[in-house]
């Protein structure tokens, strides 16, 4: 029961820290996201 609530709670922040994480990223062309993010996973 406890760790359910602490996932919800979870959850929840992330949700919100998602909006201003996008909002921070506003800036930054959509290419270089995608050229970053594929590059991070052929190294992983």
Known sequence: MTSGLWHGVGAYVLWGVLAV???LLAHVPAVQIVAH???VQRTA
Do not use: E, F, S
Request: net charge positive.
């Open 37 to 39: 993010r594929v590059l």
């Open 21 to 23: 994480y996008w909002k």
